[in-house]
């Protein structure tokens, strides 16, 4: 295991190349430093199709009455 001194000694940024004035280094921190913290994004689950839907399969009763065949043809 590590010692804890070894992990301070090391900068948290190292600038490559350009030279940051204080203020543009201190919003640069404070965006790392926040995603950093930030919490993992967990995945959205996978939408099943609604052509596979389980549902669509169970025919609903027809309704009896005037234009009953025509509304007999539209889904929901």
């Known amino acids: 295991m590590t010692a804890p001194e070894e992990s301070q000694d090391r900068p948290l940024l190292r600038v ?3 030279t940051p004035d204080d203020y ?3 919003a640069l921190t404070a965006v790392v430093a926040g995603l950093a913290s930030a919490a993992p ?3 959205a689950p ?3 199709s609604e052509w596979a839907n ?3 399969r169970v025919r ?3 309704q009896h009455g005037p234009g009953a065949w025509r ?3 539209f889904p929901g």
């Open 41 to 43: 994004v967990e995945d």
């Open 54 to 56: 389980p549902a669509r």
């Open 60 to 62: 609903r009763p027809v």
């Open 24 to 26: 543009e280094l201190a």
């Open 71 to 73: 509304a007999s043809g």
């Open 46 to 48: 996978e939408r099943r």
């Open 16 to 18: 490559v190349k350009g």
